[in-house]
């Protein structure tokens, strides 16, 4: 009966007790539960965990920065140009030129101000361009609206918003206009609606237009100006550079696959970090297409700089980049032949070793010998040399192709004429199993050849519409044969 008091609170505590060595049994002693301790450690936990990851976000944001300085230079840049709108606040008679409309300069800035000057002046020309379209048809319908009546004046607004918006919006799924005037576009329809509606409700209606469209113009100004003045960053010569960096990965992970392929790994067992970055190196050509397109796309806004002319061929690029393409997807498979189960005998490598390893190394110089070309914008002497002798090592790849199979029969069937027929038979299957993955191997190498002089030909498109100077050995009055 004590017992069952106990357990129903008559007890003033409830022991728990555990069995231990020999049958005895240990009373367990509860800790003391303190639940400002408690919390106090949680929250000095939360507290730790916190500044830890705000310690990791600067680390992070600094490391961004000092791999890239101009990143830094363009927050810098944005800087000034917002703290220099901001004076049609600060000073009184900037602000009475405006009036309460300068808040649009500032909004200008911060929306059209973008990395890159090609970015910016893509932007700027559109908002400015959109913003005197819309304002001045927004304007005309309103005048018309007005003289019809007070009747028909909001049908006659109504309407010309439904018709211009709804054509405005379908014209952004034409190609050119979305890539050279989708922003254009949007701005064009926010202006001419803000205009058309806010017009029926306000009667000054001409002024308020003046004042929007001039602290416009004044921003997009001012953006233009600080991004060509202050630490410009050419989107050109993103997309210039950009290229080169691709096709150096390129041939580095051509060069590193074939050498990984037909390496000895008794003679190197242990795997090297630098080799596996290489052997991935060409997924950036896969990857920066998006950022190739719109580089382009902003290149053609910019004026004149550098090497660069107005008309520089910036679409060139593009199929450059798009040949230099077609090397990756085959560099692709090419690298999972390294992981394949299905492997070959050495004694089958060696066979081809030389002749794919030669188109291999004649593939990588004659793509780092393009992406100089590009790099110094001058002809290569020695590209149509290269060619040639890449050719040359295709087909000697071809002949030992053709007599693989041969050799190996002969190598591999004895002398004795004892089940003749049936043992050659048996050996040829053998050999066959395991020429297919080193065959595999072998006709990628050829494709890859193959769109390499794809390569060569756009390149020398690109030399042509660019105007690049001629080779060092030739002679300035004789003009390059590429």
Not at 334 to 361: A, M, Q, R, W
Not at 415 to 440: F, G, R, Y
Request: net charge neutral.
């Amino acid at each position: 009966m004590s017992n069952t008091k106990e357990v129903f609170g008559m007890s003033s505590s409830v022991e728990w007790r555990i069995q231990v060595g020999e049958g005895s049994k240990e009373i367990l002693v509860p800790e003391p539960k303190n639940r400002v301790q408690r919390l106090l450690a949680a929250l000095q936990g939360l507290f730790v965990d916190f500044t830890l990851k705000i310690c990791n976000f600067f680390k992070k944001a600094w490391k961004i920065g000092v791999d890239d300085p101009r990143k830094f230079a363009h927050g810098l840049r944005v800087g000034v140009a917002l703290c220099v709108v901001s004076l049609f606040y600060y000073m009184r008679p900037l602000y009475n030129g405006v009036g309460g409309n300068a808040i649009w300069a500032v909004m200008t800035v911060v929306v059209v101000f973008e990395y890159t000057v090609g970015a910016t002046l893509y932007k700027s020309l559109n908002r400015i361009c959109a913003t005197c379209l819309a304002g001045f048809l927004a304007i005309g319908v309103h005048w018309v609206a007005s003289q019809s009546g007070t009747k028909f004046e909001p049908f006659i607004l109504g309407a010309s918003v439904f018709l211009l918006a709804s054509a405005a919006t379908f014209s952004r799924f034409i190609p050119v206009v979305k890539a050279r005037f989708d922003y254009g576009v949007t701005i064009f329809i926010l202006t001419f609606s803000l205009v058309s509606v806010s017009g029926y409700r306000v009667e000054k209606l001409l002024d308020l237009a003046h004042q929007r469209l001039a602290t416009i113009i004044i921003g997009t100004a001012l953006c233009m100006v600080t991004a060509m003045v202050v630490y410009p960053i050419w989107a050109g010569e993103e997309l210039h550079f950009l290229i080169i960096r691709n096709m150096e990965k390129v041939s580095d992970s051509l060069d590193g696959c074939v050498a990984d392929y037909f390496k000895d790994d008794e003679a190197n067992p242990n795997n090297d970090e630098a080799c596996s970055k290489n052997l991935e190196a060409y997924k950036s050509a896969l990857n920066s297409k998006g950022s190739e397109d719109a580089m382009a796309n902003f290149a053609r806004w910019e004026p004149a700089h550098g090497l660069f002319t107005f008309n520089h061929p910036w679409k060139q690029y593009l199929k450059v980049s798009a040949a230099l393409r077609n090397c990756a997807y085959c560099i692709e498979a090419l690298n999972s032949c390294l992981y394949s189960e299905n492997k070959s005998p050495d004694f089958v490598k060696i066979h081809l070793g030389d002749s794919c390893s030669s188109v291999s190394s004649h593939s990588c110089e004659i793509i780092k010998e393009l992406a100089q070309t590009i790099k110094t914008m001058t002809r290569s002497s020695q590209i149509d040399m290269s060619v040639m002798k890449l050719n040359d090592s295709v087909q000697l790849l071809h002949e030992n192709l053709k007599s693989l199979s041969t050799s190996l029969i002969q190598e591999e069937v004895p002398q004795s004429k004892t089940n003749e027929n049936a043992h050659k038979e048996s050996v040829l299957t053998v050999s066959l199993m395991d020429v297919i993955p080193l065959v595999s191997f072998a006709s990628l190498l050829i494709e890859i050849a193959g769109r390499v002089e794809g390569l060569v030909e756009a390149v020398e498109d690109l030399a042509k519409l660019a105007d690049f100077k001629p080779a060092v050995d030739e002679k300035p009055g004789l003009k390059s044969i590429n």
